[in-house]
Nanobody, 124 residues
């Protein structure tokens, strides 16, 4: 059974940094593209970042470019989301997802495996 487990969320102040982690129980993790999405209260789930299986190609939401990166460590079956200069509008549940085709994608419906999410709250 595939499991994606996010960690690293919490309550921070505006301007702080956070690094979220996603540990995947995928046997062939290195074949999967990975993505991060977020969902704020009352809003739809939205794309945050994606990285291809070889970590060569990445894509970021325009609203977050310059403040986030999405590194991955295939040897540890883990993908991260490094977020800097956090703002109150970044408050959301952040979800990790895996896409078996291996190519980075911003499309939510491409991802076949999802984690349970981790809450990030940014106070002003």
């Amino acid at each position: 059974q595939v499991q994606l487990v996010e960690s690293g969320g919490g309550l921070v102040q505006a301007g702080d940094s956070l690094r979220l982690s996603c540990a995947a129980s995928l046997r062939t993790f290195s074949n999967y593209a990975m993505g991060w999405f977020r969902q704020a209260p009352g809003k739809e789930r939205e794309f945050v970042a994606t990285i291809g299986r070889r970590a060569v190609h990445t894509a970021y939401a325009d609203s977050l470019k310059g403040r986030i990166t999405i590194p991955r460590e295939n040897a540890k079956n883990t993908v991260y989301l490094q977020m800097n200069s956090l703002r109150p509008e970044d408050t959301a549940v952040y979800y990790c997802a895996a896409y078996s085709a291996g190519l980075p994608t911003t499309r939510l419906y491409d991802y076949g495996h999802w984690g349970q999410g981790t809450q990030v709250t940014v106070s002003s």
